[in-house]
């Protein structure tokens, strides 16, 4: 990977990109919310709890676009959005894509057994918007940023495998498809470390 500045229109256009990402993000958690706690029904305290907390998420998630988009400069530097070339740039972005997509992964294997089908669509859709959202706002980020290819694969991928585990968990609960679904899981884990970190033999 060269380390190539971009131009002031793409990092624009990247911006604009992750902007609606994100503003999309907000959208699918106010649905989902209003899903799993319809206004005006009554809940248990835990389920309140739980509400409050994903309401404070949301909230944070929209104060913080809010910030980017009336406080970052209208000019950004043509150094936004560079291809990563250290180690201590990859890093982060590697634990970050591994650890959202086992969450991603493992949440509908986790709940399957305890909500009903409904419930998990709907906290299918919370789960997903929330990866969603905090992806866009890494990417509209000075500090925390990945790399733009990186930032593509793992929200493509974090949205497959948070799709298709739902599925497989709703609708073909049985232990031959979710080994094949872990399969698939690993083969993301080693490609992302792999791409991120070529050996000197095929970079």
């Not at 909230?59 to 150094?79: C, D, E, Q």
């Not at 890494?138 to 925390?144: G, P, T």
């Amino acid at each position: 990977m060269e380390n190539t500045e971009r131009s002031r229109r793409d990092v624009i256009v990247f911006r604009g990109i992750w902007y609606l990402v994100t503003l999309l993000s907000l959208v699918g958690l106010s649905i989902s919310l209003n899903l799993l706690w319809p206004p005006g029904g009554k809940s248990p305290a835990l389920s309140r709890f739980l509400r409050d907390g994903a309401v404070s998420t949301v909230t944070f998630y929209a104060v913080t676009l809010f910030r980017y988009f009336l406080f970052t400069g209208s000019t950004p530097s043509s150094n936004s959005y560079k291809d990563f070339t250290t180690d201590k740039e990859r890093i982060p972005q590697v634990v970050f894509a591994e650890f959202s997509i086992l969450v991603l992964f493992c949440y509908p294997c986790l709940l399957v057994d305890h909500v009903d089908r409904d419930v998990l669509l709907y906290m299918s859709l919370f789960t997903i918007s929330l990866f969603t959202g905090g992806t866009g706002l890494i990417q509209l980020s000075d500090k925390f940023r990945m790399d733009m290819k990186h930032a593509y694969i793992t929200l493509l991928c974090g949205w497959l495998f948070c799709l298709f585990g739902t599925y497989i968990m709703i609708y073909l609960p049985s232990m031959a498809v979710a080994m094949i679904f872990i399969g698939a899981y690993w083969m993301f884990a080693v490609f992302i470390y792999f791409y991120n970190f070529p050996s000197e033999e095929f970079s």
